[in-house]
């Protein structure tokens, strides 16, 4: 079975760092762009970042400069670094990923989502 799993969510003071991981796994052929939402409590959940399988990258105006999303093809993995971080970035961050698994067609996975809170 093909999932996303995410990691490295936590509590942090304003102006710290956190890094986000999130793996694939199963029997998958190829992964396309690979991508990390936030939904903040009473909001609907946006893009943050979008890797493409090229490694093409693009933010959200409210994170560009502050967090950089790479992947790592080897690992079947994207990370997000966020940086200077601030109290309106407290969220659950959801990953998502394009990918076609062996003998199904291709589609659009979600990870369970990590909460990262930042404190004033």
């Known amino acids: 079975q093909v999932q996303l799993v995410e990691s490295g969510g936590g509590l942090v003071q304003a102006g710290g760092s956190l890094r986000l991981s999130c793996t694939a796994s199963g029997r998958i052929v190829s992964i396309d762009d690979m991508r990390w939402y936030h939904q903040a409590p009473g909001k609907q959940r946006e893009l943050v970042a979008t890797?493409?399988?090229?490694?093409?990258?693009n933010y959200a105006g409210s994170v560009k400069g502050r967090f950089t999303i790479s992947r790592d093809n080897a690992k079947n993995t994207v990370y997000l670094q966020m940086n200077s971080l601030k109290p309106e970035d407290t969220a659950v961050y959801y990953c998502a990923a394009g990918m076609k698994p062996f003998g199904e067609f291709r589609r659009w996975y979600w990870g369970q989502g990590t909460q990262v809170t930042v404190s004033s």
């Open positions: 890797i493409t399988s090229g490694g093409n990258t």
